[in-house]
């Protein structure tokens, strides 16, 4: 199958599926032989318990990253308590550069201060100290990825996003009694959560610049409609119900416009509504499939997928209108794009004839490489900090999320056991 009519065929796939339950398990499938190798010691502190110790979280989080590799405890050259003195020349010996520390107190009932220390054990000095004053213990998922986050941003330079959130839409049971569900969960997979169900297809969530809401379509009502749904509340809007295709939600990076893939002109054109007054305006006007926007960083640009050159391709169009510029000229089929935090980088979906994988561009000289091996990977997702890339797989004829490294040397794959997850976007970062 060639050409747009490819996207929405996807689009009809991922909605295939069984069974579902609460957590994703995440595969590493390839990790990175140059990475920073790093130690995490036990926090110390008899009077926590839990299902999983607070640095087993923080050793996750990192080893996922695809930057580090965290040794094992017992690869560690000296036991590490409270009490302990680092001997630094054991630490280089055994190729560690990094070590964290951390205690976790009691100071009330359900009610627990963190206090942690990184070391620079090249340097033989403490890099940071940090302490989380009060946290629950329903809240101790939560802390180890806010440590994660400071460790990351700590030893790389760059902002961790291990706080943040996927959305995805995933199915339960089967036809006539298919459930779809729009699910939200940490970047991790754990504490997922449905927003919103229905026995009709639900498809293309986009969280909004502050991370508060969700933009997504619905054929509930039989026709396809965009709804926005507030996250934390549940409380949801329709937002259009055009005649024709209502499709492909993107928010402006400054939370003004929505920019939609509509056909109340006859073709599917992008258009863009004003998030405060409704109107809407046409971006683009041709008798081809224009759809799947995203927004450059600046607000100033959209790129979008389209069949106007007799192949399926990525555009780029200013906000102000105007003749559509090709991006992508690699292959016969580049769609569905994202575009870097940065503004540098383009995910897409390639097809050179062995199957769709995602693949990125360098927007400044035009170089593309292919991330991934699989034969049906579609809709990638930056993270917002544009280390990682999230995206749809397929394995063993059922929908799987997969993350990828954006230089493609490490990858993760995140399973929903006996279910069938697709179409996932990465939340923006919450201050």
């Not at 939600?249 to 863009?272: E, F, M, N, V």
């Given at each position: 199958m060639r050409g747009i009519s490819k996207i929405f065929a996807l689009l009809a796939m991922c909605l295939l599926g069984q069974n579902s339950v609460a957590v994703l398990e995440i595969e590493i499938t390839e990790g990175v032989?140059?990475?920073?190798?790093?130690?995490?010691?036990a926090f110390t502190g008899d009077s926590y318990t839990a299902p999983e110790a607070i640095e087993d979280i923080v050793r996750s989080d990192l080893r996922r990253s695809g930057i580090f590799d965290v040794l094992e405890n017992q690869h560690f050259p000296q036991k590490i308590d409270a009490t302990s003195q680092l001997h630094y020349p054991l630490w280089r010996e055994a190729g560690v550069e990094s070590l964290l520390t951390g205690e976790v107190i009691q100071i009330g009932e359900n009610q627990y201060r963190i206090e942690f220390r990184l070391f620079d054990l090249v340097?033989?000095?403490?890099?940071?100290?940090?302490?989380i004053s009060s946290v629950r213990r329903e809240d101790m998922r939560k802390a180890g990825h806010k440590i994660s986050d400071i460790v990351f941003e700590s030893l790389t330079g760059t902002r961790g996003a291990f706080s943040t959130q996927i959305a995805y839409v995933s199915t339960r049971g089967t036809a006539p009694n298919r459930k779809y569900e729009l699910q939200i969960a940490d970047a991790d997979g754990h504490n997922a959560r449905t927003i919103f169900s229905s026995s009709q297809q639900l498809m293309s969530p986009a969280w909004s610049?502050?991370?508060?809401?969700?933009?997504?379509?619905?054929?509930?009502?039989?026709?396809?409609?965009?709804?926005?749904?507030?996250?934390?509340?549940?409380?949801?809007?329709?937002?259009?119900?055009q005649s024709g295709i209502?499709?492909?939600?993107?928010?402006?990076?400054?939370?003004?416009?929505?920019?939609?893939?509509?056909?109340?002109?006859?073709?599917?054109?992008?258009?863009?509504?004003?998030?405060?007054?409704?109107r809407l305006r046409r971006l683009t006007r041709d008798s081809s499939i224009d759809t799947?926007?995203?927004?450059?960083?600046?607000?100033?640009?959209?790129?979008?997928?389209?069949?106007?050159?007799?192949?399926?391709?990525?555009?780029?169009?200013?906000?102000?209108?105007?003749?559509?510029?090709?991006v992508t000229y690699e292959g016969a089929y580049n769609a569905a794009p994202d575009v870097s935090p940065d503004g540098r980088q383009l995910a897409f979906v390639h097809?050179?004839?062995?199957?769709?994988?995602?693949?990125?561009?360098?927007?400044?000289?035009?170089?593309?490489?292919?991330?991934?091996?699989g034969h049906l990977d579609e809709g990638p997702?930056?993270?917002?900090?544009?280390?990682?890339?999230?995206y749809a797989a397929s394995e063993r004829d059922r929908g799987v999320l997969a993350a990828v490294s954006a230089n493609g040397r490490a990858q993760q794959k995140l399973r929903m056991i006996g279910g069938d997850v697709r179409a996932p976007t990465w939340s923006p970062f919450r201050n």
């Open positions: 032989e140059s990475a920073l190798p790093v130690a995490i010691a340097r033989q000095k403490r890099l940071s100290g940090h302490a610049p502050d991370g508060t809401r969700l933009a997504y379509v619905s054929f509930e009502k039989g026709n396809s409609a965009i709804y926005v749904q507030d996250v934390k509340e549940g409380r949801r809007f329709m937002v259009s119900a209502n499709s492909a939600p993107a928010w402006s990076p400054d939370g003004r416009y929505l920019a939609l893939t509509l056909s109340i002109d006859g073709s599917a054109d992008i258009y863009l509504m004003d998030t405060r007054t409704r799947e926007a995203c927004w450059m960083p600046d607000s100033k640009a959209l790129l979008f997928t389209s069949d106007r050159s007799n192949e399926t391709q990525v555009y780029r169009v200013s906000v102000r209108g105007g003749k559509p510029r090709r097809n050179n004839g062995t199957g769709f994988r995602i693949a990125v561009m360098d927007l400044g000289s035009g170089a593309m490489r292919i991330l991934t091996e997702s930056y993270a917002p900090n544009g280390k990682m890339i999230i």
